[in-house]
């Protein structure tokens, strides 16, 4: 069965530094997504991607986070300037059309020291 | 802002028993319910979905249950079984999918 997957799984970086979180959506889906996990709470939505462009975004999703389609198959999140709270797991996820589920990938786990 | 919530954060049941987890919300636009699984460092592995012109809907041992009135639903697992000790999160969406507004999660474990 097709997957989402991402890189890498574990990223460490010092607060300050950029990170770029990658993703390869499922090959068909048309609609992408990243969402992130703080330890111990609800999985949050930061970005909606369509046709090439953001189609909606969080609050959380501000200047610092940046979302990109280079080419056919990749789809990236990257965070300019980490913080402390940056710290998180980060799921990318793709989505065909309406009423069919997110498939989301095992998501990158983002330490920032 | 609390759109979906789930209240239990955990529920321990007997292997071979039902499983009863519960999810309301207070977004009458959610048109599409879905229950995701998660074991740790993974990501959400989707498990059942309803819309909302459906008030039940049946996948093998997984049944999940909308009652709009209430702005209630919740996912049953009949028989229970030690695999499925995880936790589990429930997540809406309007405009027939896409963007997910997830509960907290209830974590489940079963027990043998």
């Known amino acids: 069965e097709p997957e989402v997957t991402q890189t890498p799984s574990h990223q460490v970086t010092q607060m300050g530094q950029e990170v770029i979180l990658r993703c390869v959506p499922i090959s068909n889906h048309l609609y992408f997504y990243w969402y992130r996990q703080i330890l111990g709470q609800k999985v949050e939505f930061l970005v909606s991607?369509?046709?090439?462009?953001?189609?909606?975004k969080s609050e959380i999703f501000d200047d610092q986070f940046s979302v990109e389609r280079p080419d056919g198959s990749n789809f990236t999140l990257k965070i300019r300037s980490t913080k402390l709270e940056d710290s998180a797991m980060y799921f990318c996820a793709s989505f065909l059309r309406g009423n069919s589920p997110l498939h989301f990938g095992n998501g990158t786990r983002l330490t920032v020291t | 802002d609390q759109q979906v919530k789930q209240n239990s954060p955990s529920l321990s049941v007997q292997e071979g028993r039902i499983s009863i987890l519960n999810c309301d919300y207070t977004n009458s636009m959610f048109d599409y319910f879905l229950w995701y699984k998660k074991y740790p460092a993974e990501g959400p592995t989707f498990l059942i979905s309803i819309s909302s012109i459906k008030d039940k809907n049946e996948d093998g041992r997984f049944t999940v249950f909308l009652n709009k009135s209430a702005k209630h639903l919740s996912l049953h697992i009949v028989p229970s079984q030690p695999g499925d000790s995880a936790v589990y999160f429930c997540a809406a969406s309007y405009n027939q999918g896409g963007k997910l507004i997830f509960g907290q999660g209830t974590e489940l474990s079963v027990k043998p």
């Open positions: 991607f369509y046709n090439n462009e953001i189609s909606e």
